[in-house]
């Protein structure tokens, strides 16, 4: 098998394709999405918001929010001094003193509307910020049971960041087919979302399936092209052609 990439990446890349299998109750969820894709929420990080906690705001907002509601920075609203201050577009409108997790859990739930419940997923956020240390201190059954916690509070937004985190759990755990289903469910809630094809990759390399791995990784470079100038994508690549190489001198 020849090994042959490109200035975009590698060139047996192919379009992820949505698996239809999401465990979850959507039917108050789908009238939710129609909702989070028409709009987008833009948090100041410029200096007075920057120093009233707008950062952890605007990390807080992207692992709330459902997948398909557009999160983003931006620079000064003009409202100094009134911060942490967001804009939702659109109409355009401008929501103040917006400095807790709780005020930007119900910002989500005015704007959504009954399927996105704050109390639940500040729960599940909290508990996934609770198996992310234990992950960075590679506590892995820690982690995982954090995650899955998580998961069964059935949260309305970043379920697919908690998927990708218990599927880097469950590989560091030796357990490769649960960290490939976690990291396909993780595609499945959001097939934009690149991290869960890295960890597609990841425990297909964990298995020995380098042809899987390397189409794994190709379509997450073609959502998100930028990683390939990470130190951690070219050392899953470095590994994954020097398995490939000597798969074909085999």
Known sequence: M????????ILTASTPR?????RHKLTSRWAMA???????????VNRSCGRQGSREILQAISGLAPHDLAVASCGCL?????GPNLVVLPPGSIVSHCGTVTRAAQ???????????????????AMRKKGEKELEMKNFSEAEVLFSQAIDLEPSGGCHLIYRSRSVARLGMGDNAGALDDAEEAANIAPKYPQAYLSQGDAYMAMEKWTAAEKAYSNALLIDPSIRRSKSFKARIAKLQ????ALEAA
């Not at 020849?2 to 990446?9: E, I, L």
């Not at 003009?78 to 009134?82: D, S, W």
Request: hydrophobic share 40%.
């Open 78 to 82: 003009g409202l100094c001094g009134a």
């Open 107 to 125: 910002l989500l739930a005015d704007l959504l509307g009954p399927g996105f419940e704050a109390k639940r997923n500040l729960e599940a956020l």
């Open 2 to 9: 020849a090994v042959s990439f490109s200035n975009t990446g």
């Open 242 to 245: 020097e398995k490939l190489v």
């Open 18 to 22: 949505r698996r239809h299998r999401h």
């Open 34 to 44: 129609s909702v989070a894709e028409e709009v987008e929420i833009r948090v100041c």
